[in-house]
């Protein structure tokens, strides 16, 4: 058996790639490794099918390599489905460059044409993933980009991902397949084109086996991170706290949740969110969207522009509508023991008030220019924007502006997270307390 087809056919077996009898759409370029890819599926005795999509970039190029692909899947007795597509269009329309453009249509119309069950077939090789690997390498990566390209990604299998170009090139000579060109490919336009031409050739002097060096590195990587994703999993079962992880399983995990909101990932910005978990605090990930990270946890949420109109309504026992969804419950209490307690008990001592210290009326308000308070103990007045620059963990804009205030004709009398004000400070001797409870809706 010729080469190329012995590691396809072992590439299919290692990771179960697909069954006899399974039908196989093939994105076919035309290319040396989308033609290879076609003929030793066909030989190993898989029924293909081919897509061809005509990105219209390179003018009469373009449409060369679609004839070309007519004519050879006619002979070869292959359905053959043709695309075209509008990447510029398609690339202005969306903010994209012309590559990623093409990317996207390119495996739309590929799902397209497979529908929901045939799997679909890119001509990935072993190169591409050498390439990949070192592609990667100079932009900064983590383990995971050290994979290279994945063999299998959901309904998409790589059959010539352990095939290198050579083997490809004799493969198609010993068949007598010809194949086209793209121009593109043959220039240092390009960064990929730049590590073919002019890097992988100097690491190929150094070590004559490196794409086996590279195999090697990759399935080492993918074992890597399988185990990693095992042992995510695993504790997330054990409900072990996001700050108690290794530093590496929390970064899987925030990774994942960045990704799920398609926001860009990289190996600093996961450094800086996984110490941001242990230390606690908010950045900002784009425009109204935060990392906020309170009690070993992580959270990604928008919070919309903090500034907000200030307002000020009387306050009243019960429930009281705030602003950001909050209700605000007041408890009028003459229990006994609750009075005997107050003056001991932190929680009560903080967060409840004397109802009859209070000057005059009591009004909700925002804390937009809301001034100062002496807090329960603090021993001295000081403004509300110092206390909560000190607040541990940090607050955000968006938690400042939208904080709870209560204040009489004299000033600020209780503030959400800080507590009540020494003037108000309930105790053994009161016969009314109000206990203030902040409810987030």
Known sequence: MNRLLEKVSDAISEYSMASAGETLVCGLSGGADSVAMLISLKELGFSVTAVHVNH?????????????????????????????????????????????????????????????????????????????????????????????????????????????????????????????????????????????????????????????????????????????????????AENVPLSDMHPLLRKKYIASQLKERNIPVNARRLTELSELVTKGGRIQLSGDIFAVCRGGGFEIREELPADIPEMRFPLKIGENDFVGGKKVIVKCSTDEIFKKNANVQSKLTKFALDCDKIQGEAFLRTRKNCGSIKLVGSGHTRSVKKLFNEYRPPLSAYERSRAVCIEDDNGLIWVERLGAAERVRADENSSSIWEIEVIYE
């Open 56 to 236: 219209g970039l390179r003018g009469a190029e373009s449409d060369g390599d679609e004839e070309f692909c007519r004519r050879l899947c006619a002979e070869l007795d292959i359905p053959l489905t043709v695309f075209r597509a509008d990447v510029t269009g398609f690339a202005k329309e969306n903010s994209l460059g012309t590559e990623e453009a093409a990317r996207i249509l390119r495996y739309g119309f590929f799902e397209q044409a497979a529908g929901n069950s045939a799997k679909i077939c890119t001509a990935h090789t072993l190169s591409d993933s050498a390439e990949t690997v070192l592609f990667n390498l100079c932009r900064g990566t983590g383990v995971k980009g050290l994979c290279g390209i994945p063999p299998v990604r959901g309904n998409i299998i790589r059959p010539l991902i352990r095939c290198t170009r050579e083997d490809v090139e004799e493969y198609l000579a010993e068949k007598g397949r010809s194949f086209v060109t793209d121009s593109t490919n043959l220039t240092d336009d390009y960064s990929r084109n730049k590590i073919r031409h002019g890097v992988i050739p100097v690491l190929r002097e150094i070590n004559g086996g490196f794409y086996s060096a590279v195999s090697s590195l990759t399935s080492a990587c993918e074992e890597y991170e399988d185990f990693a994703e095992m042992s995510l999993k695993r504790a997330i």
